[in-house]
């Protein structure tokens, strides 16, 4: 008798997931209500999101996207290749900088060259914006337009970053490590925190037309 393999008794779906986290969030802001830390619960919130993102994704990449591999690898191809054409596009017509191509590295006539692969397409960064802002509380009227907002924020950092580097390859070669990985990393983060520190004080705020809780004073007193 052929033995057959047993099926997976379960499988999380994205609505499974998007359910349990967001009960998670939830619960985490129910505590610090009670314990009366409201000033703490958004950027505790903010940090471990990301965290979970960051480790998240290493684990992810590392197995090469699982079951999502058809669909994130041809998109992180995709940004690569965008990355370098648009990169190259300003290197040579705004910025007149000599250069030659082979394959996706840019040839420098002072013998430099910089390479720009997987790891430059700003895919991780881009995944860490949409799914921070996907999870985090807030309306989703806004978030409609402000993760495109972000997402295309972060496209143009990458592509500043390759230029930026490229004309320190004319300049100061020397610095190329330092400034790649101390400035330039980094870069990417503030500007998430930036991006969340307006939609937490601006966009997710209800407004007092808005929120029928809060009634705004009138500024004119009506003498009988």
């Keep these: 008798m052929a033995q057959t393999r047993p099926e997976c008794i379960f499988m999380p779906t994205r609505e499974t997931f998007f359910v349990k986290t967001n009960l998670l969030l939830k619960g985490i802001l129910r505590w610090f209500k009670r314990y009366r830390l409201d000033s703490l619960k958004g950027v505790a919130l903010f940090v471990l999101i990301t965290i979970a993102i960051h480790y998240g994704f290493i684990y992810w990449a590392g197995i090469r996207y699982g079951f999502a591999r058809g669909v994130f690898e041809p998109l992180e191809e995709f940004l690569t290749t965008q990355v370098f054409l648009q990169s190259q596009w300003f290197i040579r017509q705004i910025c007149s900088i000599e ?70 390859l004319q300049e100061k070669p020397e610095y190329f490590s330092t400034v790649h990985d101390n400035f330039f990393r980094p870069l990417f983060y503030i500007f998430i925190f930036g991006m969340w520190v307006w939609w937490t004080e601006r966009l997710a705020k209800p407004t007092q037309l808005n929120n029928p809780r809060i009634m705004p004073e009138p500024s004119v007193k009506i003498q009988p």
């Design 99 to 168: 250069t030659y191509a082979i394959g996706k590295v840019l040839f420098f006539s002072n013998h430099t060259h910089i390479t720009i692969n997987i790891g430059c397409s700003g895919f991780k960064q881009i995944l860490h914006f949409a799914v921070l802002f996907m999870v985090f509380p807030g309306p989703w009227q806004k978030k409609l337009w402000f993760i495109p907002l972000g997402l295309l924020g972060i496209h143009l950092i990458n592509v500043s970053r390759i230029v930026g580097l490229s004309l320190l």
